[in-house]
């Protein structure tokens, strides 16, 4: 079972956001913001847990991204007003001692 934690699923371009061969392969989701994929946030068949244990499906306003397929140009940090700051897992906490951001960059090891 693939277990997505803190995490950050958005603007996918080719499929779902989460998907699975077989909907009994529910991913196992906590403190997750999906949202905006292009085929759908969850493929056919998975339940969509967003409301529950901690799951948003938000703008997760990333500094800079843009559709351009250039990754270059893309800078996936959060920003400050950001719904995913501080929205992650209540017991893991950023460097800065608050509570831990959605995404690459949020948890111990994580950085803005």
């Known amino acids: ?5 803190n995490s950050i699923v958005a603007y996918n371009e080719a499929a779902a956001g989460i998907d699975a ?7 196992d989701q906590t403190f997750t913001d999906v949202y905006g994929n292009l085929s759908g946030d969850f493929g ?6 967003t409301g529950s244990l901690g799951n948003l499906s938000t703008v997760p306003q990333f500094l800079a991204f843009s559709d351009n397929g ?3 140009d893309d800078d996936f940090h959060l920003d400050l007003a950001s719904p995913c ?3 992650g897992d209540p017991l893991v906490f ?6 831990s951001d959605m995404g690459a960059y949020g948890g111990a090891d994580g950085g803005w």
Request: aromatic residues 0%; proline residues 17%.
């Open 1 to 5: 079972t693939a277990v997505l934690h």
């Open 21 to 27: 061969d077989d909907p009994s392969q529910q991913p």
């Open 44 to 49: 056919a068949g998975l339940a969509n847990p």
């Open 70 to 72: 250039i990754p270059d």
């Open 85 to 87: 700051v501080d929205a």
């Open 94 to 99: 950023d460097a800065d001692g608050s509570p």
